[in-house]
């Protein structure tokens, strides 16, 4: 079998087949996109120190060393992945960014076949799906947005304050916790400007209390079962006094505005006509799940999303999503990945060729 993608996600998976008896590399192989171990983690900004990191659940088994709180979670976690892959012997290949996955034949239990950029092709039994959300970025289409001038960037491809360092107005675009850090940044460098679609709820506890945690977390799972497309979960659990929220009250940059109708060559306007000139634009709007790779399985519905049933995807038993929709958090990671990894071993031991081999490298 195959899991695709080595973030937090598919090493808790990779674990859990391990512990489960599947043999590294006869049995499973992870593949990943990266060159590098970390998963998203080696591409946040500098800026995002661990300290920023909230919430942040250690990997199945592994407990993190005590860490300074100033290092940047992009130096300081993929050393802590790396570890993780050697000391557990994870069959992780890099990189090999998978671009299809088709089945063989039109039988349920057929065998999938996994294809790669590189041409390398894999053919297996069952699939867990681990690839995040971080290679692709969600940009919302505003009329105008291809005449703007100035500088325009999502979230994803920000590097820090200092390249605004001079500019006359920032605005940032979003309600979640990126944009509020970046507006944090920023603040301390140029003036910004903060529009999100619908008002921003400002929570006093800093951590999620259960119940918030929990219906965030169902109202996903009721979307991802219904065939709907994941959503975020901010909208439902708020913004907490982070560190970078606080520092962002304090250099006055929380006070948001609505969403504006469109963007001109140099600024943007206001459906009632208020118009501000502003030299960058940054979207902090969020991710979409990459899952393109699997469109030949035809696992989505009218709806636009994958029905899921636990970690299964509803229209193909040889196919989990973990990192997806409600486990799109580093303990929803390590929770699903263990469910997929339960149901995958009983799959392959129960369908129809259980003594096919699980996995097999086909000649490129
Ligand atoms: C800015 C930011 C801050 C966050 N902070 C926190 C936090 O503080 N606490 C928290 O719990 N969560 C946080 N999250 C969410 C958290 O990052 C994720 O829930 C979790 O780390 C994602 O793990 P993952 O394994 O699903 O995905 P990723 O870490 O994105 O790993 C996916 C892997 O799949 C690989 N991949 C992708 N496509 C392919 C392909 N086609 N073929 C092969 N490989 C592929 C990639 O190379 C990557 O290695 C944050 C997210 C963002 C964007």
Not at 217 to 231: F, S
Not at 295 to 310: F, K, N, S, T, V
């Given at each position: 079998?195959?899991?695709?993608?080595?973030?937090q996600a598919g090493l808790s998976t990779a674990y859990h087949l391990r512990r489960r008896g599947l043999r590294p590399f006869e049995d499973f192989v992870v593949l990943?996109?990266?060159?590098?171990?970390?998963?998203?983690?080696?591409?946040?900004?500098?800026?995002?120190?661990?300290?920023?990191?909230?919430?942040?659940?250690?990997?199945?088994?592994?407990?993190?060393?005590?860490?300074?709180?100033?290092?940047?979670?992009?130096?300081?976690?993929?050393?802590?992945?790396?570890?993780?892959?050697?000391?557990?012997?994870?069959?992780?290949?890099?990189?090999?960014?998978?671009?299809?996955?088709?089945?063989?034949?039109?039988?349920?239990?057929?065998?999938?076949?996994?294809?790669?950029?590189?041409?390398?092709?894999?053919?297996?039994?069952?699939?867990?799906?681990?690839?995040?959300?971080?290679?692709?970025?969600?940009?919302?289409?505003?009329?105008?947005?291809?005449?703007?001038?100035?500088?325009?960037?999502?979230?994803?491809?920000?590097?820090?304050?200092?390249?605004?360092?001079?500019?006359?107005?920032?605005?940032?675009?979003?309600?979640?916790?990126?944009?509020?850090?970046?507006?944090?940044?920023?603040?301390?460098?140029?003036?910004?400007?903060?529009?999100?679609?619908?008002?921003?709820?400002?929570?006093?506890?800093?951590?999620?209390?259960?119940?918030?945690?929990?219906?965030?977390?169902?109202?996903?799972?009721?979307?991802?079962?219904?065939?709907?497309?994941?959503?975020?979960?901010?909208?439902?659990?708020?913004?907490?006094?982070?560190?970078?929220?606080?520092?962002?009250?304090?250099?006055?940059?929380?006070?948001?505005?609505?969403?504006?109708e469109r963007i001109t060559e140099d600024g943007v306007v206001w459906l009632d006509g208020h118009a501000e000139h502003v030299d960058a634009i940054v979207w902090a709007?969020?991710?979409?799940?990459?899952?393109?790779?699997?469109?030949?399985?035809?696992?989505?519905?009218?709806?636009?999303?994958?029905?899921?049933?636990?970690?299964?995807?509803?229209?193909?038993?040889?196919?989990?999503?973990?990192?997806?929709?409600?486990?799109?958090?580093?303990?929803?990671?390590?929770?699903?990945?263990?469910?997929?990894?339960?149901?995958?071993?009983?799959?392959?031991?129960?369908?129809?060729?259980?003594?096919?081999?699980?996995l097999a490298a086909l000649p490129s």
């Open positions: 079998m195959v899991v695709i993608g080595a973030g990943d996109g990266d060159a590098a171990p970390g998963g998203a983690w080696q591409h946040r900004p500098s800026s995002l120190t661990m300290a920023m990191v909230h919430g942040f659940h250690e990997l199945p088994g592994a407990p993190l060393p005590p860490l300074a709180p100033l290092l940047p979670a992009r130096d300081v976690l993929p050393g802590y992945f790396a570890a993780y892959e050697r000391d557990n012997e994870l069959p992780v290949l890099r990189p090999v960014a998978v671009t299809s996955v088709r089945s063989e034949s039109p039988a349920p239990d057929a065998r999938l076949l996994v294809q790669s950029g590189s041409g390398r092709e894999w053919s297996a039994r069952a699939l867990v799906n681990a690839t995040g959300t971080w290679t692709r970025p969600f940009v919302p289409r505003y009329p105008g947005a291809e005449r703007f001038r100035g500088r325009m960037l999502h979230s994803s491809a920000y590097r820090g304050p200092e390249e605004f360092r001079g500019m006359g107005t920032v605005l940032v675009v979003g309600g979640g916790a990126s944009a509020v850090q970046i507006l944090a940044e920023t603040a301390a460098v140029a003036r910004t400007l903060w529009v999100t679609r619908t008002p921003p709820v400002f929570r006093d506890d800093p951590f999620v209390p259960q119940e918030l945690g929990r219906a965030a977390v169902a109202m996903v799972e009721e979307r991802v079962r219904a065939g709907l497309p994941p959503r975020s979960v901010v909208s439902v659990t708020g913004l907490p006094p982070s560190p970078a929220l606080l520092l962002a009250r304090e250099r006055g940059a929380l006070h948001r505005l609505p969403m504006f709007t969020g991710f979409r799940a990459a899952v393109g790779h699997l469109a030949l399985l035809g696992l989505r519905e009218p709806g636009g999303g994958i029905r899921m049933d636990g970690t299964r995807a509803a229209r193909d038993p040889r196919v989990h999503l973990v990192g997806y929709g409600p486990s799109a958090s580093t303990i929803g990671a390590n929770r699903a990945g263990r469910a997929a990894a339960v149901a995958v071993d009983r799959y392959l031991k129960t369908t129809a060729a259980p003594s096919a081999p699980a």
